[in-house]
């Protein structure tokens, strides 16, 4: 492009409509933010929800620019926004949320607060693909449950995109994980570090019983929700177990839970960006989170497939279809 006060962004006009590439005004940082040009960007099941009109939580209406996680450079500073400079690598849960500009688009405007170095051992795909399901894990596990050496962690749905992610964040503070999934998840679950267990073919008191001697689990992450949150309050410690959820948003009997008189805590990522309370905890997560990462304690599973914004489309296909691993959009 030849005028600069202009960029490339992709537009999605309907529920379910294709993106259509655009040129759009190119945003100016006000204060306290910073304005990002975006090299890639993450892709989550809650992309395609808010696309589809099934995510009235994250308060995006369309026409959008979606697009919730990003790395790239800073291009401009605005008033108050700290010490970034001009060229800095970053990565955030920065955009595309409550009705802000995604970050599908060559660049974004992010709240100085939510901002983070760039991993310096991943590239841009790779740090794209990691602030909501990071920042989600960590939330659960560090911030509410206070996971630590020596706890017996299990991780519902330890391949998943939080799940992997909280597998390995729950090694890396010393405990000893174990992860549920489906046969076909054994190799991924394993390769983290975590002992597998086949949810189809153990009830939940064969696992507690062969796992915890029938005492349960200190801390059990539900990163799936449904009845697999009604098995992790059976799946508790008595009077110690903690148990959390990112997808704690249905009908639930705490009944299995009270009679253990253990404990639970909901996460909802959204919240900062929704009501700007607490944004700056989400910067210090992935500042903190970075360093795990260049210590080789925490990495993404990646899905093999490269797509830009011409072919964000069939990523997002891909994203429905069931992909290999996290998928970015390359910028």
Not at 107 to 125: E, F, Q, T
Not at 191 to 201: K, M, P, R, V
Not at 202 to 210: D, G, K, Q, S
Request: charge should be negative; charged fraction near 15%; glycine fraction near 12%.
């Amino acid at each position: 492009m030849t005028d600069t006060t202009e960029m490339q962004a992709l537009v999605v006009d309907t529920v379910d409509a294709p993106f259509r590439l655009t040129a759009i005004a190119k945003p100016v940082a006000g204060a306290g933010q910073v304005l990002v040009r975006i090299h890639a960007v993450g892709l989550n099941p809650l992309d395609a929800k808010v696309r589809a009109g099934q995510a009235a939580h994250a308060q995006q209406p369309l026409p959008a620019i979606l697009g919730m996680d990003l790395a790239g450079t800073v291009e401009a500073i605005g008033a108050l926004a700290g010490e970034w400079q001009v060229g800095d690598e970053v990565y955030a849960l920065g955009a595309g949320i409550g009705g802000a500009q995604g970050a599908l688009a060559e660049y974004a405007v992010v709240d100085a607060r939510l901002l983070a170095r760039k991993p310096a051992s991943l590239g841009m795909r790779e740090a794209a693909v990691l602030p909501l399901v990071l920042i989600t894990a960590w939330e659960g596990l560090v911030d509410r449950a206070h996971v630590g050496p020596g706890q017996k962690v299990l991780i519902q749905g330890g391949a998943g995109g939080v799940g992997h992610v909280a597998v390995q964040l729950a090694l890396a503070y010393g405990a000893d994980v174990y992860a549920t999934g489906s046969a076909k998840h054994r190799a991924t679950i394993e390769g983290l570090g975590a002992t597998f267990i086949d949810y189809q073919q153990h009830t939940v008191e064969a696992y507690v019983a062969l796992y915890t001697e029938g005492e349960g689990f200190d801390i059990v992450y539900d990163t799936v929700g449904g009845a697999t949150l009604d098995a992790s309050f059976r799946a508790a410690k008595t009077y110690h177990g903690h148990v959390v959820s990112c997808l704690g948003w249905g009908q639930h009997s705490l009944a299995p839970l009270s009679f253990r008189g253990a404990t639970y805590s909901g996460v909802f990522t959204l919240l900062p960006l929704l009501t700007g309370k607490g944004r700056e905890h989400h910067g210090q997560i992935l500042a903190k989170a970075a360093r795990l990462i260049n210590a080789g304690k925490l990495k993404p599973i990646m899905d093999p497939h490269h797509f830009d914004l011409l072919t964000a489309n069939a990523a997002y296909d891909l994203l429905a279809s069931g992909a290999q691993g996290r998928l970015a959009i390359e910028i």
